[in-house]
């Protein structure tokens, strides 16, 4: 059974920085697309970002130019470097596999205020 583990928000003033973290567990990781999903209060999850296997990214036209996802391989880990954040960004982050998506993890929360 794959698990999904996040870790790296925290509070940060508008237009800083921060990196998350999503550890896997399972094989499966490394042949899954995967995507970075964020829920903000009173909204639906949303899915902001994802890279295939061979690393291919896509955006979302919110966080495009701001948010790199990225991805190894051999360690089953996956990053979202966030840059120049914004109020709106603030939200509980997730990752999961794009194409069937499986449990989800607790989330890491991520507050962008001044």
């Known amino acids: 059974q794959v698990q999904f583990v996040e870790s790296g928000g925290g509070w940060v003033h508008p237009l800083g920085s921060l990196r998350l973290s999503c550890a896997a567990s399972?094989?499966?990781?490394?042949?899954?697309?995967m995507g970075w999903y964020r829920q903000a209060p009173g909204k639906q999850r949303e899915l902001v970002a994802y890279i295939t296997s061979r690393g291919t990214t896509t955006y979302v036209d919110s966080v495009k130019g701001r948010f790199t996802i990225s991805r190894d391989n051999a360690k089953n880990i996956m990053y979202l470097q966030m840059n120049s954040l914004k109020p709106e960004d603030t939200a509980v982050y997730y990752c999961?596999?794009?194409?069937?998506?499986?449990?989800w993890g607790q989330g890491t929360q991520v507050t962008v205020s001044s």
């Open positions: 399972g094989s499966i990781f490394r042949i899954a697309t």
């Open positions: 999961n596999r794009v194409s069937g998506v499986l449990g």
